[in-house]
């Protein structure tokens, strides 16, 4: 299969084979019938234009609708306006000037004419629409490509809405379950006195229970933290003590991860794209797992020695992803095996391959997919160039669900397991979760320094904001949870629409808008849970503001550690 930004076959065939077998039964049961009533071909093919084109837009209208239904934030109706504007908007361009042509001339043509010429209905409307579809996925697929790259191009730096994705009732009762029970036996009054806010309380306790979800999930992986998700040297340690490997994309990484006695052996490279000096030090330094994705990447190791394991990265479309990395990283099955060809002839040894579903893609049959499409790929390499590969990096994107129920692991592993399992014995297979080791591990404790109202809507600001802990609003569209520390007292309170505004002085520092939250005063505390990832390493000092303390807590029993329960360290 071929995906990516090359727009291989399967990209095609997954996206518009459903629409073009629904197209195609209501077109010949539109002709057959109409000419069964009529007698007239004239009609018949304009009965089968007018039946394809139900048939065919029923089944993409709702591909598309689900398309953007998931990507699109806000309340039911929000979402609802937005998902339509956007399919109707990228459906225009992609089928609007191919179904124009098509309609009023090619295809009644082609379902006229081919008839006559061949002398049979049937058979001459099948060649008719034959011939029709060319012309139409031409124009179509042109259409899709120019779509998109406008869609980029209007969507550059804009700002990711914050306006919120619903949080039902369920949900927050949740979630306030989930933050009394990480709070048992912590006096919050007396850290906030000692260390001030805001303040991120890290339960390394979480991670160390993430970790060992996974590895009974599927555990003949190797797992690689991510390390770029949150690069706190507790979490490090604590993974590093559990056996765990690491992920690392910079010098940087490798720094960190080393000062923590992890071996080479155990670290990955997997940034696709690094200068030649990067490749040199990490060499030196005993890595020897790369990830290339371009000619250019894999001459940088034309002078590297033999030894080196490069994964050529593959790149599988999913647009439902929160971050779809295929848009910048990764290369089709035809361009790998371009890839392996150059490879082959530079004296270079590749490994294996590497592919990234996307962060928070709430999709097993995406995991799926890919996994088998990649495996699939593996093996007509093998027998077209009579070698064998050794490793493959099946990545990230485990979702995490803030304010939505998201598959969880277990979900995802007894999908891909199947395929994976059988293949453990001669393959090492690699994994890269970032996010979902991390992100329930913390908790994000912020204070309201101000409330006024403004037209219609009260405004509580605090201490906390994009700038800081709340990076991934900006950054990622992640929506939060907030609640009130009252809340936890587990009383039922009335919720009133509220707008969170960031302590800085630029006016897109706003958390949340709308959102519902008691009657809050200056002074009050916030908490929001599931904010390890992808936050604090992406806070920044912006208008002077520190970003918040880290605490950590519930260290694991680590040697060279005293008490493993203690509030240990802050950061």
């Given at each position: 299969?071929?995906a990516g930004?090359?727009r291989?076959?399967g990209?095609?065939?997954r996206?518009y084979?459903?629409s073009?077998?629904a197209g195609?039964?209501?077109a010949l049961?539109?002709?057959?019938i109409?000419?069964r009533?009529s007698?007239s071909?004239?009609?018949a093919?304009i009965?089968g ?5 139900l048939g ?6 709702a591909?598309?609708?689900?398309e953007?239904?998931?990507?699109s934030?806000?309340?039911p109706?929000?979402?609802r306006r ?5 399919t109707?908007w990228?459906?225009?361009i ?11 001339a ?5 379902l ?9 209905p049937a ?5 008719g629409k034959?011939?029709?579809?060319l012309?139409?996925y031409g124009?179509a697929g ?10 980029d191009?209007r ?5 990711p809405?914050?306006d919120?994705?619903?949080?039902t009732?369920q949900?927050r009762a949740?979630?306030i379950?989930t933050?009394?029970?990480s709070l ?10 000692t ?9 390394l306790g979480?991670?160390?229970?993430q ?8 555990p003949?992986?190797?797992w ?6 949150l690069s706190h ?5 604590t993974i590093a003590?559990l ?5 690392v994309a910079?010098?940087?990484?490798i720094?960190l991860?080393?000062g923590?006695r992890v071996?080479p052996d155990r670290?990955i490279?997997t940034?696709?794209v690094?200068?030649?000096?990067e490749?040199?030090r990490?060499?030196?330094?005993g890595i020897r797992?790369?990830v ?5 990447e894999?001459?940088?190791?034309r ?6 394991n490069?994964?050529?990265?593959l790149?599988y ?9 295929s848009?910048k ?8 095996e371009?890839?392996?060809?150059l490879?082959?002839?530079q004296g270079?040894?590749i490994?294996?391959f590497?592919f990234?579903?996307?962060s928070?893609?709430?999709?097993v049959?995406a995991?799926?997919r890919?996994?088998?499409?990649t ?5 007509r390499?093998?027998?077209q ?6 490793t493959?990096?099946i990545g990230g994107g485990f979702?995490?669900?803030?304010r939505?129920d998201?598959v969880?692991?277990?979900q995802?592993?007894a999908?891909?397991?199947?395929l994976?399992e ?10 890269e979760?970032?996010?979902?080791l ?8 912020s ?6 109202e403004?037209g219609s809507?009260?405004w ?6 994009v700038y800081?802990?709340y990076s991934n ?7 939060p949870?907030i609640?009130?520390?009252s809340e936890?007292a587990g009383t039922p309170?009335?919720?009133r629409?509220t707008t969170?505004?960031?302590?800085t002085?630029?006016?897109v520092d706003?958390v949340?808008?709308h959102y519902?939250l ?8 916030l ?10 390493v992406?806070a920044t000092t912006?208008?002077g503001r520190r970003?918040?303390k880290v605490?950590v ?13 203690l ?5």
């Amino acid at each position: 299969m071929s995906a990516g930004n090359a727009r291989g076959v399967g990209f095609w065939i997954r996206r518009y084979l459903p629409s073009e077998i629904a197209g195609t039964a209501t077109a010949l049961a539109a002709a057959a019938i109409s000419y069964r009533l009529s007698g007239s071909l004239f009609v018949a093919a304009i009965a089968g234009t007018i039946g394809e084109n139900l048939g065919f837009y029923g089944v993409a209208g709702a591909r598309n609708f689900a398309e953007q239904w998931r990507i699109s934030r806000g309340d039911p109706g929000t979402r609802r306006r937005s998902a339509i504007a956007r399919t109707a908007w990228l459906s225009a361009i992609e089928f609007g000037p191919a179904e124009l042509i098509d309609t009023l001339a090619v295809r009644p043509l082609l379902l006229w004419l081919a008839p006559l010429l061949i002398g049979l209905p049937a058979a001459g409307w099948i060649a008719g629409k034959i011939g029709a579809d060319l012309v139409f996925y031409g124009i179509a697929g042109f259409g899709y490509v120019l779509g998109r790259r406008w869609d980029d191009a209007r969507n550059q730096g804009a700002m990711p809405p914050v306006d919120d994705t619903v949080l039902t009732p369920q949900v927050r009762a949740r979630r306030i379950d989930t933050i009394r029970r990480s709070l048992e036996g912590i006096d919050l009054d007396s850290l906030v006195t000692t260390h001030g806010s805001p303040l991120m309380l890290l339960d390394l306790g979480a991670v160390a229970s993430q970790y060992d979800r996974l590895r009974t999930a599927l555990p003949f992986v190797h797992w690689h933290y991510a390390v770029k998700a949150l690069s706190h040297p507790d979490v490090i340690e604590t993974i590093a003590s559990l056996g765990g490997s690491f992920d690392v994309a910079s010098d940087g990484e490798i720094d960190l991860v080393a000062g923590h006695r992890v071996g080479p052996d155990r670290i990955i490279h997997t940034q696709p794209v690094k200068s030649a000096t990067e490749i040199t030090r990490a060499y030196v330094l005993g890595i020897r797992t790369f990830v290339i994705d371009s000619a250019g990447e894999l001459a940088k190791f034309r002078h590297v020695p033999a030894n080196v394991n490069l994964l050529i990265r593959l790149s599988y479309e999913n647009p439902e992803a929160k971050s779809d990395l295929s848009s910048k990283f990764g290369v089709s099955a035809v361009e790998a095996e371009v890839l392996l060809s150059l490879a082959i002839a530079q004296g270079s040894r590749i490994a294996g391959f590497s592919f990234h579903v996307g962060s928070q893609l709430d999709s097993v049959a995406a995991f799926a997919r890919a996994t088998a499409d990649t495996l699939e790929l593996m093996d007509r390499l093998e027998r077209q160039w009579n070698i064998g590969f050794t490793t493959l990096d099946i990545g990230g994107g485990f979702p995490v669900g803030y304010r939505t129920d998201v598959v969880g692991i277990e979900q995802i592993a007894a999908a891909i397991r199947p395929l994976l399992e059988p293949r453990s014995s001669r393959l090492r297979i690699l994994a890269e979760p970032g996010r979902v080791l991390v992100a329930e591990a913390a908790t994000v404790v912020s204070r309201v320094t101000g409330v006024r109202e403004r037209g219609s809507e009260t405004w509580c600001f605090i201490d906390d904001g994009v700038y800081g802990s709340y990076s991934n609003v900006m950054a990622e569209g992640v929506h939060p949870v907030i609640v009130a520390r009252s809340e936890l007292a587990g009383t039922p309170v009335e919720l009133r629409s509220t707008t969170l505004g960031g302590p800085t002085c630029d006016s897109v520092d706003v958390v949340a808008r709308h959102y519902p939250l008691p009657r809050l005063q200056e002074g009050d505390l916030l908490l929001s849970p599931a904010m390890g990832a992808y936050t604090a390493v992406t806070a920044t000092t912006f208008n002077g503001r520190r970003p918040a303390k880290v605490i950590v807590r519930n260290r694991p029993a680590i040697p060279g550690h005293s008490d493993p329960a203690l509030l240990a360290s802050t950061h």
